[in-house]
């Protein structure tokens, strides 16, 4: 619906008494009718106003501040769309100024008495909360744009695009704009006018303040570093807080939004922080340090804020992402120790380090091979934390044994600091012991998950026992080193049999060295044991050959010399290792292998092929034994399978293979040789895919047996395998399993495989 303009006017022309002219909020004469205004045709109904009636000597202003003016707001406010953004200060300062002219012009012509009841009518019509709701986006973009051009420098290159103004022209530009910000205001609270309510205006700058916050910290973290927001955070709510008290006129409270404008930015960071807790405490750590350190910060100045919902969000993605069958038990530890450091530095209490790192002990204790794991992790990937560590190590309780122990009466380092002593957050769980908490470390987190320290002395002294006599690469002085580092985590004493285990060693390197043994004609160390201190060491029946036994009674004939007879040694034949060059067809290399293994490939110094009952016999080994390591031999091409007519043993003879035997030579030049048990040799995939047609047979066997080792699913394809032919390798046979396992359909845990109940799929 349109107005009719006033075309002409004559002062002195007779006037109606029921008619007026009135200037819109165009700034356009024209003339109205309080009976055109009470009609049908001007009633404006789409601003739903909460007033049911009116007196009957305020009906007048009623339907001229409801059909016309808020007519013509309601107008103005679906058109300012189409406003520029840089045209939006002076269109609404123009609207208000033909507002507030429209508002007293009607009321110096009805020469209404009670013009303060006149102008409170049209605070509750024109700025009714329908109507508020609908100026909030206005003013919302107009308070954004006040703070841009206070802070020209973000402004200052949008302006040029947009106003095609030379350069030296944008601060002339900024400081008219600036100043129709304040005009605006003044007339928006003006009481004998427009008269909206401060508390709607200083609402909606709050929310526009918010909205600026939230553009600003989506910004910072969309950019994907790991360099610390709090400190430019600070700054920019500093400058917000500024820009608040330059332009938020009295009366309006713009202390009410200056005290809550530091709290909300830190709120804001912190759960923009918290929409990527798993990437920043497990994925990224230590790269996202500073992040972490953010969070710390922001946690404390917002006293707790977002303790709880990052405890939980954590959780449930700690559950969905890495507690499930699909991850490694070692992905799971360095999962487990990122999360125990990143989570002290946000937190110093470490509440929520035991609530996180809880969920994730308690699936590590599921798992058969967690134990094993674990202090295979600690001794070497995590050791130079340790050792960088060491001056801040706290010894090791077990934690049921904390739980009835008054921490008061526990003398701590920082009693000097106690003026700066704070109470546990709220949601610590009462009755926890905060000194164990608090001096939990991601060395005794990794011990917690044995539940109590004297299984983790255990598994690490049977840890140690097989580094010393099971590899042939020692490094005492870093496992001498290592232990001292230890000592300083557990009481004196608890590792007294650790400490004779690295006493044995150096001294059975001290008689190698002392020793006078011509009769033997290589070189050979030994490893004397005091048996009673050192674990039960695994060992097997292996017949060594005759060179080495002799070598072995010579040097226990000096051993005894020394000693006086009153000592003597008892060899362990199967552990040790041995130094040999192997020359075949003319191509000779040098490799090192266990003494079982060793003796296999020595036996073929006798003759060149053996079947594997002699071997057996002449070894004193077992068949399964004798076939796997004979199997390696094989695939590495120092032996191969050769079939001999009229017998049904399995036969090996030396392999005459030269392009194997280079590219084994080539993996030994590159990387350090791993046993047989640990052997990891290339996928055979034309044979691993040959066993899929077995698939269907093998799920429901293992549905019906688990759970099985790879040795018992190659015992039976062999027996599928055609006459003559050899059938597939254990090593082909483990592939095969692994393929599944990786695709979800069995679980691998301790050399055992397991079906997936609801995914034996074909």
């Not at 744009?145 to 802070?151: A, G, N, P």
């Not at 590495?636 to 030269?658: C, F, H, M």
């Amino acid at each position: 619906m349109s107005w009719d303009r006033v075309e002409s006017m004559e002062e002195d022309s007779e006037q109606d008494y029921d008619s007026f002219e009135i200037v819109n909020l165009k700034g356009e004469k024209m003339r109205l009718s309080h009976a055109f205004l009470r009609s049908e045709q001007a009633t404006f109904d789409a601003v739903d106003l909460d007033i049911k009636e009116t007196p009957e000597e305020r009906s007048q202003w009623y339907y001229f501040q409801r059909n016309f003016v808020l007519r013509e707001i309601h107008t103005w406010i679906i058109e300012s769309d189409k406003i520029g953004i840089h045209m939006l200060p002076y269109k609404l300062y123009e609207m208000l100024m033909n507002l507030h002219v429209c508002l007293r012009t009607y009321a110096d012509i009805h020469e209404i008495a009670a013009k303060r009841r006149f102008y409170d009518d049209g605070t509750k019509i024109i700025f009714s909360k329908p109507v508020v709701e609908l100026m909030v986006p206005v003013l919302r973009r107009l308070i954004k744009l006040s703070f841009y051009l206070f802070k020209s420098e973000h402004y200052k290159p949008l302006l040029l695009e947009r106003t095609g103004l030379a350069s030296g022209s944008v601060d002339r530009t900024n400081q008219l704009a600036m100043g129709f910000f304040i005009r605006i205001n003044r007339l928006l609270l003006a009481r004998r006018s427009v008269h909206m309510s401060v508390k709607d205006l200083t609402d909606i700058y709050v929310a526009a303040t918010h909205h600026i916050i939230d553009r600003y910290v989506l910004d910072e973290t969309a950019k994907k570093t790991w360099d610390r927001k709090y400190d430019q955070l600070c700054a920019f709510a500093r400058h917000v807080k500024y820009w608040a008290m330059e332009y938020m006129i009295e009366p309006m409270h713009h202390k009410h939004l200056t005290e809550q404008v530091d709290m909300y930015a830190r709120q804001k960071l912190i759960d923009s922080y918290i929409e990527n807790i798993y990437d920043i405490v497990v994925t990224c750590f230590p790269h996202s340090y500073f992040l972490a350190e953010d969070l710390k910060l922001c946690i404390v100045d917002t006293q707790g804020y977002g303790r709880v919902k990052l405890a939980d969000c954590l959780v449930r993605e700690v559950k969905d992402r890495l507690l499930n069958v699909g991850v490694t038990t070692n992905d799971i530890l360095r999962a487990y120790a990122s999360a125990v450091d990143c989570l002290k530095v946000i937190d110093p209490s470490s509440v929520i380090m035991h609530k996180v790192c809880g969920i994730i002990k308690d699936y590590l204790k599921t798992r058969q091979d967690t134990v094993k794991n674990i202090i295979m992790y600690i001794t070497t990937e995590k050791r130079d934390e340790l050792t960088r560590d060491s001056k801040e190590a706290h010894v090791v309780f077990d934690e049921e044994g904390m739980r009835e122990v008054n921490a008061d009466f526990m003398v701590k380092e920082d009693a000097d600091t106690w003026q700066s002593w704070n109470p546990d957050p709220v949601d610590a769980n009462k009755g926890d012991n905060p000194f164990f908490r608090e001096s939990a470390d991601v060395f005794n987190m990794l011990v917690s998950v044995y539940g109590s320290k004297d299984q983790f002395i255990k598994e690490y002294r049977q840890l140690l026992g097989e580094r010393l006599t099971s590899t042939n690469e020692r490094d005492l002085s870093f496992e001498t080193r290592y232990l001292e580092l230890m000592k300083r985590r557990f009481t004196e004493g608890e590792l007294q049999q650790c400490e004779v285990m690295l006493r044995d060693m150096s001294d059975s390197e001290a008689f190698d060295r002392m020793k006078m043994t011509p009769e033997i004609p290589f070189c050979m160390q030994g490893r004397i044991i005091s048996s009673f201190f050192w674990p039960k060491l695994d060992t097997e029946t292996v017949k060594v050959p005759d060179v080495i036994a002799n070598a072995m009674d010579v040097y226990r004939q000096a051993f005894e010399d020394q000693k006086g007879n009153q000592r003597t040694l008892n060899w362990m034949n199967s552990l040790g290792y041995m130094d040999l060059d192997v020359e075949i067809y003319g191509k000779t290399i040098h490799i090192t292998l266990p003494t079982a293994q060793a003796a296999i490939l020595m036996k073929f110094l006798e003759k060149d092929s053996w079947n594997v009952d002699e071997l057996c016999q002449g070894l004193d080994m077992k068949k399964s034994v004798i076939k796997r390591r004979c199997e390696w031999f094989s695939k590495n091409g120092l032996l191969r399978q050769k079939i001999v007519e009229n017998s049904v043993a399995e036969w090996y003879t030396l392999a005459d293979q030269p392009a194997l035997l280079e590219k084994f030579e080539k993996r030994l030049e590159n990387e350090e040789e791993e046993s047989d048990e640990e052997e990891e040799p290339a996928e055979n995939t034309e044979a691993i895919d040959a066993l899929e047609q077995f698939w269907t047979y093998t799920k429901n066997f293992i549905s019906n047996q688990e759970p099985v080792k790879a040795e018992r699913i190659h015992t039976i394809f062999k027996m599928f395998a055609s006459p003559g032919k050899q059938g597939p390798t254990i090593a082909d046979v483990t592939g095969f399993l692994q393929r599944k396992v990786r695709a979800n359909m069995l679980t691998y845990n301790n050399g055992y495989y397991r079906a997936v109940k609801d995914n034996l799929g074909p």
